[in-house]
Protein backbone atom coordinates (compact mmCIF):
# COMPACT_ATOMS: atom_id res chain seq x y z
CA UNK A 1 0.00 0.00 0.00
CA UNK A 2 2.64 2.49 0.66
CA UNK A 3 4.92 1.54 -2.17
CA UNK A 4 1.37 2.63 -4.02
CA UNK A 5 1.44 6.15 -2.68
CA UNK A 6 4.78 6.54 -3.16
CA UNK A 7 4.25 5.39 -7.20
CA UNK A 8 1.52 7.59 -7.31
CA UNK A 9 2.78 10.70 -5.87
CA UNK A 10 6.25 10.01 -8.05
CA UNK A 11 3.76 9.99 -11.37
CA UNK A 12 1.65 13.22 -9.92
CA UNK A 13 5.16 14.67 -9.70
CA UNK A 14 6.10 13.57 -13.15
CA UNK A 15 2.56 14.80 -14.41
CA UNK A 16 3.48 18.22 -13.12
CA UNK A 17 6.39 18.45 -13.98
CA UNK A 18 5.62 18.11 -17.77
CA UNK A 19 2.59 20.41 -18.16
CA UNK A 20 4.95 22.61 -16.52
CA UNK A 21 7.03 22.32 -19.49
CA UNK A 22 4.43 21.98 -21.74
CA UNK A 23 2.99 25.27 -20.78
CA UNK A 24 6.34 26.95 -21.16
CA UNK A 25 6.44 25.67 -24.43
CA UNK A 26 3.29 26.89 -25.80
CA UNK A 27 4.00 30.29 -24.33
CA UNK A 28 7.22 30.94 -25.39
CA UNK A 29 5.85 29.62 -28.84
CA UNK A 30 3.26 32.50 -28.88
CA UNK A 31 5.73 34.49 -28.16
CA UNK A 32 7.51 33.65 -30.85
CA UNK A 33 4.85 34.10 -33.04
CA UNK A 34 3.90 37.40 -31.45
CA UNK A 35 7.53 38.60 -32.09
CA UNK A 36 6.99 37.25 -35.58
CA UNK A 37 3.66 38.69 -36.15
CA UNK A 38 5.28 42.06 -35.03
CA UNK A 39 8.68 42.33 -37.44
CA UNK A 40 5.92 41.50 -40.21
CA UNK A 41 3.95 44.29 -39.39
CA UNK A 42 7.34 46.66 -38.79
CA UNK A 43 8.84 45.45 -42.00
CA UNK A 44 5.23 45.86 -44.00
CA UNK A 45 5.21 49.58 -42.50
CA UNK A 46 8.76 49.74 -43.80
CA UNK A 47 7.60 49.00 -47.21
CA UNK A 48 4.66 51.29 -47.09
CA UNK A 49 7.09 54.47 -46.31
CA UNK A 50 9.36 53.38 -49.03
CA UNK A 51 9.21 55.45 -51.59
CA UNK A 52 8.58 53.99 -55.32
CA UNK A 53 9.20 55.59 -58.65
CA UNK A 54 5.66 56.90 -59.88
CA UNK A 55 3.93 55.38 -56.81
CA UNK A 56 4.63 51.96 -57.73
CA UNK A 57 3.32 49.60 -55.20
CA UNK A 58 3.68 46.31 -57.00
CA UNK A 59 6.97 44.39 -58.42
CA UNK A 60 8.27 45.34 -61.91
CA UNK A 61 7.38 42.36 -62.93
CA UNK A 62 3.63 43.18 -61.96
CA UNK A 63 3.43 46.25 -63.17
CA UNK A 64 4.84 45.12 -66.75
CA UNK A 65 1.55 42.97 -67.12
CA UNK A 66 3.06 39.39 -66.08
CA UNK A 67 3.21 36.46 -68.04
CA UNK A 68 5.66 36.05 -70.85
CA UNK A 69 5.56 39.67 -72.29
CA UNK A 70 6.92 40.66 -68.57
CA UNK A 71 9.79 37.95 -68.54
CA UNK A 72 10.49 39.22 -71.97
CA UNK A 73 10.92 43.00 -70.66
CA UNK A 74 12.74 41.23 -67.86
CA UNK A 75 15.29 39.57 -69.72
CA UNK A 76 14.06 36.29 -67.66
CA UNK A 77 14.02 34.77 -70.78
CA UNK A 78 17.59 35.55 -71.91
CA UNK A 79 16.97 33.77 -75.33
CA UNK A 80 13.53 34.72 -76.68
CA UNK A 81 14.46 38.62 -75.78
CA UNK A 82 17.79 38.45 -77.58
CA UNK A 83 15.90 36.93 -80.30
CA UNK A 84 13.01 39.73 -80.58
CA UNK A 85 15.66 42.52 -80.23
CA UNK A 86 17.69 40.75 -82.78
CA UNK A 87 14.48 40.58 -85.16
CA UNK A 88 14.01 44.38 -84.79
CA UNK A 89 17.55 45.29 -85.30
CA UNK A 90 17.70 43.22 -88.54
CA UNK A 91 14.28 45.22 -89.52
CA UNK A 92 15.65 48.14 -88.87
CA UNK A 93 19.01 48.07 -90.95
CA UNK A 94 17.25 46.77 -93.55
CA UNK A 95 14.89 49.35 -94.26
CA UNK A 96 17.05 52.18 -92.55
CA UNK A 97 20.51 51.45 -93.75
CA UNK A 98 20.22 49.19 -96.65
CA UNK A 99 17.04 51.25 -97.63
CA UNK A 100 14.28 48.39 -98.43
CA UNK A 101 11.06 49.92 -98.60
CA UNK A 102 8.24 48.07 -97.02
CA UNK A 103 6.46 46.59 -99.90
CA UNK A 104 9.59 45.54 -101.96
CA UNK A 105 10.39 43.21 -98.76
CA UNK A 106 7.16 41.79 -98.19
CA UNK A 107 6.55 41.03 -102.47
CA UNK A 108 10.84 39.61 -102.68
CA UNK A 109 9.79 37.36 -99.13
CA UNK A 110 6.36 35.94 -100.55
CA UNK A 111 8.10 35.40 -104.23
CA UNK A 112 10.87 33.72 -101.87
CA UNK A 113 8.53 31.50 -99.88
CA UNK A 114 6.02 30.40 -102.15
CA UNK A 115 8.96 29.28 -104.68
CA UNK A 116 10.53 26.71 -102.00
CA UNK A 117 7.34 25.46 -101.09
CA UNK A 118 5.97 25.28 -104.56
CA UNK A 119 9.04 23.14 -105.60
CA UNK A 120 9.31 20.97 -102.45
CA UNK A 121 5.65 19.95 -103.53
CA UNK A 122 6.44 18.60 -106.80
CA UNK A 123 9.91 17.51 -106.42
CA UNK A 124 8.61 15.47 -103.17
CA UNK A 125 6.86 12.82 -105.49
CA UNK A 126 10.60 12.21 -107.43
CA UNK A 127 12.53 11.74 -104.36
CA UNK A 128 9.74 9.19 -102.41
CA UNK A 129 9.51 12.12 -99.74
CA UNK A 130 5.69 12.98 -98.36
CA UNK A 131 4.61 16.68 -99.26
CA UNK A 132 4.31 19.24 -96.77
CA UNK A 133 1.35 19.84 -94.84
CA UNK A 134 0.23 23.23 -94.97
CA UNK A 135 -1.99 23.96 -91.89
CA UNK A 136 -5.53 25.88 -92.01
CA UNK A 137 -4.31 29.21 -90.44
CA UNK A 138 -7.16 31.84 -89.51
CA UNK A 139 -7.93 34.40 -86.72
CA UNK A 140 -9.65 33.97 -84.29
CA UNK A 141 -12.74 35.98 -83.60
CA UNK A 142 -12.70 36.06 -80.02
CA UNK A 143 -8.96 37.19 -79.76
CA UNK A 144 -9.71 39.91 -83.13
CA UNK A 145 -12.94 41.69 -80.83
CA UNK A 146 -10.64 41.51 -78.13
CA UNK A 147 -7.83 43.40 -79.31
CA UNK A 148 -10.33 46.16 -80.89
CA UNK A 149 -12.04 46.48 -77.68
CA UNK A 150 -9.08 46.97 -75.95
CA UNK A 151 -8.01 49.67 -78.67
CA UNK A 152 -11.06 51.01 -78.62
CA UNK A 153 -11.38 51.90 -74.56
CA UNK A 154 -7.76 53.32 -74.42
CA UNK A 155 -8.82 55.42 -77.71
CA UNK A 156 -11.60 56.80 -75.71
CA UNK A 157 -9.23 57.42 -72.70
CA UNK A 158 -6.66 59.65 -75.02
CA UNK A 159 -9.64 61.33 -76.22
CA UNK A 160 -11.13 62.36 -73.02
CA UNK A 161 -8.01 63.43 -72.32
CA UNK A 162 -7.82 65.80 -74.97
CA UNK A 163 -11.09 67.52 -74.44
CA UNK A 164 -10.51 67.81 -70.53
CA UNK A 165 -7.44 69.33 -71.48
CA UNK A 166 -9.19 71.59 -74.57
CA UNK A 167 -11.81 72.72 -72.08
CA UNK A 168 -9.07 74.07 -69.47
CA UNK A 169 -9.96 72.24 -66.44
CA UNK A 170 -6.19 71.12 -65.75
CA UNK A 171 -3.47 73.58 -66.64
CA UNK A 172 -1.01 71.37 -64.90
CA UNK A 173 -2.02 68.69 -67.16
CA UNK A 174 -1.90 71.13 -70.34
CA UNK A 175 1.67 71.71 -69.59
CA UNK A 176 2.32 68.36 -68.98
CA UNK A 177 1.32 67.24 -72.45
CA UNK A 178 2.51 70.83 -74.58
CA UNK A 179 6.08 69.87 -72.58
CA UNK A 180 5.43 65.86 -74.12
CA UNK A 181 4.80 67.32 -77.47
CA UNK A 182 7.51 69.49 -77.94
CA UNK A 183 9.97 67.08 -76.74
CA UNK A 184 8.49 64.43 -79.44
CA UNK A 185 8.55 67.17 -81.95
CA UNK A 186 12.43 67.71 -81.58
CA UNK A 187 13.19 63.93 -81.49
CA UNK A 188 11.15 63.71 -84.54
CA UNK A 189 12.83 66.46 -86.46
CA UNK A 190 16.47 64.87 -85.58
CA UNK A 191 15.38 61.10 -86.21
CA UNK A 192 12.53 59.42 -88.82
CA UNK A 193 9.75 57.20 -87.90
CA UNK A 194 10.86 54.29 -87.83
CA UNK A 195 14.61 54.73 -85.92
CA UNK A 196 12.20 56.41 -83.23
CA UNK A 197 10.08 53.50 -83.25
CA UNK A 198 13.39 51.36 -82.88
CA UNK A 199 14.88 53.33 -80.07
CA UNK A 200 11.83 53.17 -77.93
CA UNK A 201 11.53 49.35 -78.47
CA UNK A 202 15.07 49.01 -77.37
CA UNK A 203 14.55 50.96 -74.18
CA UNK A 204 11.72 49.24 -73.66
CA UNK A 205 13.74 46.11 -73.30
CA UNK A 206 16.56 47.47 -71.63
CA UNK A 207 14.90 50.70 -68.80
CA UNK A 208 12.76 47.68 -67.04
CA UNK A 209 15.69 45.60 -66.85
CA UNK A 210 18.23 48.21 -65.53
CA UNK A 211 15.33 49.65 -63.05
CA UNK A 212 14.40 45.90 -62.14
CA UNK A 213 18.17 45.32 -60.55
CA UNK A 214 19.10 48.45 -59.48
CA UNK A 215 15.80 49.16 -58.37
CA UNK A 216 16.83 50.94 -54.72
CA UNK A 217 19.29 53.09 -56.07
CA UNK A 218 17.02 54.70 -58.75
CA UNK A 219 14.08 55.33 -56.25
CA UNK A 220 16.15 57.46 -54.05
CA UNK A 221 17.22 59.36 -56.80
CA UNK A 222 13.67 59.78 -57.87
CA UNK A 223 12.80 60.80 -54.54
CA UNK A 224 14.80 63.53 -54.69
CA UNK A 225 14.23 64.54 -58.50
CA UNK A 226 10.62 64.51 -57.48
CA UNK A 227 11.18 66.76 -54.68
CA UNK A 228 13.33 69.63 -56.78
CA UNK A 229 11.09 69.00 -59.52
CA UNK A 230 8.07 70.16 -56.59
CA UNK A 231 10.40 72.88 -55.51
CA UNK A 232 10.86 74.48 -58.76
CA UNK A 233 6.95 73.93 -59.83
CA UNK A 234 5.87 75.99 -56.56
CA UNK A 235 8.12 78.39 -57.82
CA UNK A 236 6.88 78.90 -61.19
CA UNK A 237 3.52 78.12 -59.75
CA UNK A 238 3.89 81.60 -57.35
CA UNK A 239 5.41 83.83 -60.12
CA UNK A 240 3.58 82.82 -63.66
CA UNK A 241 0.47 80.76 -62.82
CA UNK A 242 -0.96 82.54 -59.85
CA UNK A 243 -0.96 85.55 -62.25
CA UNK A 244 -2.96 83.23 -64.99
CA UNK A 245 -6.54 84.40 -64.70
CA UNK A 246 -8.22 80.74 -64.98
CA UNK A 247 -10.85 81.65 -63.14
CA UNK A 248 -12.04 84.50 -65.16
CA UNK A 249 -11.35 82.23 -68.54
CA UNK A 250 -13.90 79.25 -66.50
CA UNK A 251 -16.53 81.91 -65.64
CA UNK A 252 -16.63 83.04 -69.40
CA UNK A 253 -16.46 79.36 -70.76
CA UNK A 254 -19.10 78.21 -68.26
Request: proline share 3%; glycine share 6%; hydrophobic share 45%.
Amino acid sequence: MAEENEQSFVDSVKEKITETFHNEDSSSDSDKEGKKKKSSEVVDDVKDKVYRLFGRQRPVHKVLGGGKPADIFLWKDKKVTAGVLGFATVIWVLFELVEYHLLTLVCHTLIAALAVLFLWSNAASFINKSPPKFPEVALPEDIVLGVANALRVEVNKALEVLRCIASGKDLKKFLAVIAGLWVLSILGSCWNFLTLFYTIFVLLHTVPYVYDKYEDKVDAFGEKAEAEIKKQYAVFSAKVLSKVPVGALKAKFA
